[in-house]
DNA sequence: CGGCTTATTGACGTTGCTCAAACATGGTGG
DNA sequence: CCACCATGTTTGAGCAACGTCAATAAGCCG
């Protein structure tokens, strides 16, 4: 499950874990009102979202399956984590995996390798909101979800870098809007122009195709309009 | 100077610490040749850079004193590190430093929060980039600068949340523009105006002195215009 | 099939970008 | 010490990309 850990840290782990099932919609941390559990991602997908008083949202991190949500250690971390879609977990109280991960120091630095691997995912981020185009901004989106939507949680095998070229949206348009730091609308336009283009086509509302990967990604990447 | 580590650790650290002084611009990590080395900021600012390759930037992130620039076990990062003003480093080689590190797990936490602490800030940012406004934009930079850029080496001690009332711009207004997917003709209108409504006022190019600091923080929050 | 939610489309407005010109700033050499 | 220059910054006018508002259409569930 956790399969860079070693061997004797998984058998540990494995008695203070319990599955859970989360329906769309639910919240899994808040600021607030933390569950206190850490979690795996069995399936599904969660969203990080940042929030302000006036009602602005920004998803600023998706987790898919073998993601881990919540950090050990982590102060108040303000941001709310949320299931996009129908979830499994496999949750850790709090305290029963800090104390573990004292005892295993490759289960640490596991963590630690995901916190700069997050970080790194930001960093990406950070660019696209920062510099992209909303046309570069929605492809980019498409084919990272692409890429990440069905690779299992087995790790980093066979999917890994190709990208699925028929799946299903794990967000609303109006999460897209949010993730991307766009408007609904400006995310529909840009879509449509996309299916004009052929780059893809889209049957009812979650479902893509992806009809031209080479083109998406490098629409994605800028290097055309 | 690692505060936060025990004190033995640090004992062993010293040794294999070399220092360093880097002028203005001067690249200390890139994608292609990295230093290899390892580095506590001991002053300056250090900023973090995205690029494409048909030159749009974005900062995505400032190291101030006290932080660290690098990350043991990162893969690679895609960043450029660059002083964005004269700098005094305190160096590690990579080798020495991971050696030690397995040998001691506080050293090990101790950069796990610092990744943690990293990518709170980048959320942070990421919120900024995709949902604040120019102005906001300007206002949250001048505030996240003024509240970090007199913390001494010493830790989080006394100057801790309060921000400085005067103080030097470490980046230039190009910089400027590039930490806030901005323009530098929009960053410089907006300074102008929050001149104009008495926030804050400037002397040469990168003295600033702010005037109403819970006005700027209300600005940079979005809850005023 | 009916009703509700979510998404699309269109007309229009605004923010921030582009291009271009004038202006400070701070460093250098006379 | 001051004039001069290079560079970085400010300012202005016009424009384009994206947002807003409003109406229509498509999905989805009972």
């Not at 949320?82 to 979830?87: I, N, P, V």
């Not at 890429?147 to 028929?166: D, E, H, S, Y």
């Not at 449509?192 to 893509?208: E, F, I």
Request: glycine letters at 8%.
């Amino acid at each position: 499950m956790c399969s860079e850990v070693s061997e004797t840290a998984a058998r540990e782990l494995a008695p203070i874990a319990h599955h859970r099932r989360i329906p769309v919609g639910q919240v899994i941390h808040s600021e607030h009102q933390g569950l206190g559990s850490l979690a795996i991602i069995v399936s599904g997908v969660v969203k990080l979202v940042k929030a302000q008083r006036d009602g602005r949202l920004q998803i600023v991190g998706l987790q898919y399956a073998a993601d881990f949500v919540g950090h050990p250690y982590a102060a108040k971390s303000s941001l709310i984590a949320e299931a996009t879609t129908h979830l499994e977990l496999c949750c850790f109280s709090r305290s029963a995996f800090e104390t573990l991960m004292r005892n295993h120091p490759t289960l640490e630095q596991a963590l630690y390798r995901r916190a700069l691997n997050d970080l790194e995912t930001a960093r990406e981020w950070m660019f696209l909101l920062g510099r992209k185009t909303a046309r570069e901004k929605v492809a980019s989106l498409l084919v990272s979800i692409a890429t990440r939507i069905n690779r299992p949680l087995g790790g980093v095998g066979a999917t890994a870098g190709k990208m699925a070229l028929q799946f299903d949206l794990p967000l609303s348009r109006n999460e897209i809007a949010d993730a991307l730091g766009l408007t609904i609308e400006t995310v529909s336009r840009e879509m449509r122009s996309l299916k004009l283009a052929g780059v893809v086509s889209t049957a009812g509302r979650r479902s893509v195709t992806v009809l031209n990967p080479d083109l998406l990604r490098t629409i994605a990447e800028g290097d055309l309009d």
